[in-house]
């Protein structure tokens, strides 16, 4: 579970912001079933964090640098390729480093992990683990005016041969130590050969934190509806009681030849397909219709998956008709009912940026609904960024899981809570923002002045 989340120096991100999900003690009363306790600390941390703010106020911008610290850990980089970081443009210093500083919770231990970088080198890193406000450090990492990279691994020292190895070569100077270690092992995650921190960090990134862009697609989707019957009738039932049309959902599966997967991509990717098809199945889209192709065995079984989406509406037979007939948001819904049933399969955080895309307000309300009702056995979270004005309520949300987003006259953007306002328990929160008591809305300016400048402008001629 995410707990706090730091920003500086980053896109619209000027001075440090920080997002925080640790409850109000104010709030102790509201809402206690949307509460999981921090280890090793008196305080709780929030279920579910909302974000709002005008168009252009940074809602996305916080989404990408989280993706950003993401993909920092699982992915590699190229020798002198930077760090593809985008500093805040109008900073007097444009050179200056960037930070990005996470606490998160994996297995009843709360860890903090950061970075400070600028353009062409990370130049620290740390890993902490922070317990009755004491830390840790597992490793720090830091890197020299020359580029040369020192990891200092106090934590690490009963680690295995391989972990320790590594800690004395540092890794590339533009790569965190995470991902060093991560492609070092090949991604085999293996607690022998990792410390305790290292691999639950590592298997958290991977596998328990997920971040959503308003487009995302879910390669795998049919394969998942096709193997796993019970998300496929959790998945039916859940559009059909959202007045989609649709009554059920399965998935047919079409075999394709090898001659004609080699026709559709290209010898490269038939290589790399080949070499990964070892482990486990590879998915592409096929580049005609935009369905699932899954090659297994080293391409001698491939087929193409179409999802279905079945109708009823009072006819006596069954109307199938393919999944990419149905509407944006009826579609965008099954993707994100998805991404809910894996968070409730394997735990974890879940981040949404513009959730309410393509999605009637009813939806997105039910969809945060029936998050609050799953169990929260294994610290279940949700965080999402919106303008759906119909998720201010108090029935629904603590005030403290309630954050905007707004930008000054400089540009840049600040973050700040519902809870700093202390509305009464009656508030209609939804009504008050749209008049901009909180901030964090367009201002918008007169439009009879913009309109005289229009018509001086475009004589109208009559017909």
Known sequence: MIVTFSIENF???????????????????????????????????LRAGVLYGANGAGKSNFFRALSYLRDMVLEGREKGSGTGRTAFRFREDPEAPSLLDLQFIVRDTLYRFGLVLDDEQ??????????????KTIYERKTDARGEVAVHAKGLRNAGKKLCALATIGGPKEQSFLATIGWAMGWALNKDDLSGPIYDVLDWFTHQMSCLPPDSRFMGLGHTLLKEPTFQLFASEYLKASSTGV????????????????????SDLIGQLKDAAHIKPVFVRMPDDGREAIIEKAGENCYVLTIKAIHRHGTPGKIHLDFS???????????????????NTHGGALVIDEVERSMHPLLIRQFLEFFFRI?????????????????LDQQLL???????????DKGATSLYSLADFRPRKDLKLDKHYLQGRFGAVPFLAEMDGIMKEAEGTYEHTPA
């Not at 619209?12 to 306790?37: D, M």
């Not at 047919?252 to 026709?263: N, P, Q, Y």
């Not at 929260?376 to 998720?391: A, F, I, K, Y």
């Open 11 to 45: 896109l619209s991100f000027n001075e440090e912001e920080t997002f925080s999900l640790v409850a109000s003690n104010r709030l102790s009363g509201h809402h206690k079933n949307h509460l999981v306790p921090i280890p090793g600390s008196d305080e709780k941390v």
């Open 122 to 135: 990370i130049i620290e890193e740390w890993l902490i683990v922070v317990k009755g406000g004491r830390e």
């Open 247 to 266: 009554d059920s959902v399965h998935v047919s599966r079409e075999e394709i030849s090898i001659d004609r997967l080699k026709a559709t991509f290209s």
């Open 325 to 343: 007939e149905e509407s944006d948001g009826t579609q965008r819904l099954l993707h994100l009912l998805l991404a809910l049933y894996q968070l």
């Open 375 to 391: 169990p929260n056995e294994d610290g279940l979270q949700l965080v999402v960024t919106t303008h759906e004005s119909n998720l």
């Open 398 to 408: 603590r005030r403290d899981e309630i954050w905007f987003a707004e930008k000054n």
